[in-house]
């Protein structure tokens, strides 16, 4: 079973998950450019036995669960980082800390086609797949063991997809991961000083100068951050004020949908269909609608690598200024 360490000086958590392990002599590099293996793909319709049972599946009624005819399914991760039935009670070993790594790990595999990318399916279908996002959402926060539900895209080897077939993932986590926290901290500090919305003001702010506008559409606004961290960082933000993700109306779904095909069109063409990591930051899932925090999603192509002084320093050095990147990105006709 997965379990949570925390680092005693900084009080970061780590999941230590050996089930689809190598043993530690294995991660010895010599093998690094291993072939690809051309093993049949387990998100293909037909193949719906290799994956642990659906827990969700959008299909027609007169099909059966684990057979095709599926437009979005969702499965347990076979190999799950939080996957526990225990208590996620802290526990210790000698001074460290340590809790099961309790919790749901789950795959939303987007449509049957194994070739067509997020940002290549039709805007219907990115609404199924946005709408199965908020479903095993609304499923999951009602555990009290879940804190925080972080839901996540790896798209290409360079961006840690292990699987080539569209997907998404839903981590579950006893508590609420650091960068969140991190944000959750500065946007309330900044709430209780000026009784604002930081997110609300970083909107005005980009709306008032446009130069890291990528686009503006009825419900979202999508630009590169004044402190991008690294080349093409882009967010899609609700122009509403909104803490909870999974409080989108159908309206807004609609035009979510539309707005990140677009942006990850505009990313295909205009960088050669890069490898690219992104994700949901949303509000902890016991907490009540709160003026202080505004839920978005931040994107990574991953076009540069992160080095010894990013590792060392948590100082990011990144060789695109976001007003060049947005214009171009802004630019290019999708
Ligand atoms: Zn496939
Ligand atoms: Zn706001
Ligand atoms: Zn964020």
């Known amino acids: 079973m997965p379990e949570l360490r925390q680092e005693p000086v900084t009080g970061?958590?780590?999941?230590?998950?050996?089930?689809?392990?190598?043993?530690?002599?294995?991660?010895?590099?010599?093998?690094?450019?291993?072939?690809?293996?051309?093993?049949?793909?387990?998100?293909?319709?037909?193949?719906?036995?290799?994956?642990?049972?659906?827990?969700?599946?959008?299909?027609p009624p007169?099909?059966?669960?684990?057979?095709?005819?599926?437009?979005?399914?969702?499965?347990?991760?076979?190999?799950?980082?939080?996957?526990?039935?225990?208590?996620?009670?802290?526990?210790?070993?000698?001074?460290?800390?340590?809790?099961?790594?309790?919790?749901?790990?789950?795959?939303?595999?987007?449509?049957p086609d194994h070739t067509k990318s997020l940002g290549m399916l039709s805007n219907k279908e990115i609404v199924s797949v946005i709408s199965a996002y908020r479903d095993r959402y609304l499923a999951l926060k009602k555990?009290?063991?879940?804190?925080?539900?972080?839901?996540?895209?790896?798209?290409?080897?360079?961006?840690?997809?292990?699987l080539e077939h569209p997907h998404a993932q839903l981590f579950s986590s006893p508590m609420i991961p650091i960068n969140v926290g991190e944000e959750l901290e500065g946007a309330s500090k900044h709430y209780n000083e000026t009784g604002r919305c930081i997110y609300c003001d970083i909107i005005k702010e980009e709306l008032f100068t446009k130069m890291r506008v990528v686009m503006d559409t009825k419900h979202f606004l999508v630009f590169c951050p004044f402190a991008s961290r690294s080349p093409f960082e882009t967010w899609i933000i609700p122009k509403k004020h909104s803490s909870h993700f999974e409080d989108l109306s159908p309206q807004e779904i609609n035009n979510l949908a539309?707005?990140?095909?677009?942006?990850?069109?505009?990313?295909?063409?205009?960088?050669?269909?890069?490898?690219?990591n992104f994700y949901i930051h949303t509000s902890p899932c016991d907490s009540p609608s709160r003026p202080d925090y505004h839920?978005?999603?931040?994107?990574?192509?991953?076009?540069?690598?992160?080095?010894?002084?990013?590792?060392?320093?948590?100082?990011?050095?990144n060789i695109a200024r976001p007003e060049d990147t947005a214009p171009f990105l802004k630019r290019i006709e999708t």
């Not at 555990?143 to 292990?162: E, F, M, Q, R």
């Open 12 to 59: 970061k958590w780590v999941v230590i998950a050996t089930e689809r392990a190598k043993r530690p002599e294995n991660f010895t590099q010599a093998d690094k450019e291993e072939a690809s293996a051309d093993t049949t793909c387990p998100f293909c319709y037909g193949n719906e036995r290799m994956t642990p049972p659906e827990v969700m599946a959008y299909r």
């Open 62 to 111: 007169n099909t059966q669960p684990d057979k095709p005819g599926w437009k979005v399914r969702v499965v347990p991760n076979k190999f799950p980082a939080f996957a526990s039935d225990d208590e996620p009670n802290l526990d210790k070993r000698g001074m460290y800390s340590y809790m099961p790594a309790a919790g749901f790990h789950e795959v939303i595999i987007n449509s």
């Open 143 to 162: 555990d009290p063991k879940v804190k925080y539900i972080l839901i996540i895209v790896n798209h290409g080897k360079k961006a840690g997809a292990s």
């Open 258 to 276: 539309s707005v990140v095909r677009l942006t990850l069109l505009k990313l295909y063409d205009g960088l050669g269909d890069p490898a690219y």
């Open 295 to 317: 839920w978005h999603i931040e994107m990574f192509p991953k076009l540069a690598i992160q080095a010894g002084f990013e590792m060392g320093s948590g100082i990011m050095i």
